[in-house]
């Protein structure tokens, strides 16, 4: 075994957010990504970083599962790490964690988990700028164009040029931030983020170069933004030589069906076919409802013997609560594709009296076709002349065929 020196630098991984906007059904550090939590993932690139003291700041009843995360990543520098309760708020979590700090730490970065993707680069970076004097703050410019409003007015412009947008790790010296915590607790003040509390106590904070894949996983369609980032690295499999009984023509084509309903009566405006209809009655579902792109996830995942749309993206699986066509889809492509199969063309017909789909026909086929990476998609509609449940405008019921072809690689299980 290894004898790993004693730090002179803690990071402190904040992991005891609720996680409300993702609606994961957990905290969001331990909403998986793909067969690891969002906390694994901020765990890996820490502990590939230079070696430092970890402290896992874990909500309370969830320090079990955060010290199983902590030994996965954490390998022969296990040592390093400890895992601790957090607060009722961010500041009281971040003060726990440096309750735990060990003597010999100088140097304090402060780390959010749900910025899962950062590189160790980035982390090493802010260590190496930090001194005994300034704080250093992770930054990426503003790209947007940002407008000042009062109301529903727009009543002048910011220049973006002296904005930036904050991330995390960030560092500070151990002995000022240790004063500052002390002062904001005394104050009774709460403050978004560390580098602010260390402003607010008189002490300069420097930015530094961020990173894009430092972003925050908030939403659901960070999560899913994760989620192909992490695919894209993943290394193509080399195909195995098939057997005899399991060889195939370099090009299969394959075909599946899928169907489903759901009932008016949900909350918000009605999503169908990938894009939104004001002043429409909504659909009821797990996700927004909407069954012409759950027809076709069903489709696509049946051609390709996956199982179906239950088994990826139901209740198991409250990330996708509240999802939209997009999000379905291109996952739904990505398993494909991690099964050698490419996706030829999707057609869809859903039956319902309303929404009237004529006129936005071209934008909706536009839609799915763009979240499936540009496969052909049409979409047509029709009345049931007043018959069933359809017909008597109790909700919608959708039917889509999909054409799949193998890429020539060992193509998943057959059906």
């Known amino acids: 075994m290894t004898l790993i020196p004693v730090p002179d630098t803690a990071i402190i991984v904040v992991a005891a957010g609720s996680g409300t906007r993702l609606d994961g059904g957990a905290p969001k550090a331990f909403v998986g990504i793909d067969v690891h939590s969002i906390l694994r993932h901020a765990l890996d690139g820490v502990f590939a970083a230079a ?12 320090e079990g599962d955060a010290e199983t995360e902590l030994r996965a990543a954490a390998g022969d520098r296990i040592d390093l790490g400890r895992v601790v309760t957090g607060g009722g708020t961010r500041q009281q979590s971040v003060a726990a964690g440096l309750d735990a700090l060990w003597g010999d730490v100088r140097t304090v970065l402060v780390h959010d988990a749900a910025r899962a993707l950062t590189p160790p680069a980035l982390i090493d970076a802010v260590r190496a700028a930090v001194d005994a004097d300034t704080g250093i703050l992770p930054t990426l410019p503003v790209v947007d164009t940002l407008k000042r409003v009062d109301g529903d007015e ?7 040029s002296e904005l930036a947008a904050a991330q995390t790790p960030q560092g500070f010296p151990r002995p000022l931030l240790e004063r500052a915590y002390e002062r904001a607790l005394a104050d009774g003040v709460e403050y978004t983020d560390d580098a602010a509390l260390f402003a607010a106590a008189g002490h ?5 170069d961020g990173s894009a894949r430092g972003f925050k996983i908030t939403t659901p369609a960070d999560l899913e933004r994760a989620r192909h980032l992490l695919a894209e690295e993943r290394p193509a499999a080399t195909p195995a030589a098939p057997s005899p009984v399991d060889a195939q023509p370099p090009s299969v084509a394959r075909v599946g069906i899928g169907t489903d309903v759901h009932a008016f009566g949900g909350d918000g405006t009605l999503w169908l076919a990938g894009i939104e209809w004001p002043a429409e009655r909504p659909l009821s579902g797990h996700s927004d409802g909407d069954a012409v792109a759950h027809a076709i996830v069903d489709a696509l995942l049946g051609a390709a013997g996956l199982g179906d749309i239950g088994e990826h993206f139901g209740t198991a ?41 004529s006129a936005r026909r071209a934008e909706a086929e536009r839609a799915l076709s763009a979240a499936l990476g540009g496969a052909p998609v049409s979409v047509t ?4 002349d007043g018959l069933g449940f359809t017909g008597h405008g109790e909700g919608i019921s959708v039917t889509a065929i999909a054409l799949i072809h193998s890429n020539g690689l060992r193509a998943g299980k057959e059906s």
């Open 317 to 357: 699986h409250p990330e996708y609560a509240g999802a939209h066509a997009d999000v379905f889809l291109a996952r739904t492509r990505e398993l494909l594709a991690e099964s050698g199969f490419e996706i030829g063309n999707v057609s869809a017909q859903f039956q319902g009296n309303r929404p009237r789909f």
């Open 381 to 384: 509609a029709t009345t049931t």
């Open 51 to 62: 070696p430092a003291q970890v402290i896992v700041v874990a909500p309370s009843g969830f």
């Open 154 to 160: 727009v009543v002048g412009p910011i220049d973006r």
């Open 204 to 208: 300069t904070v420097r930015h530094i």
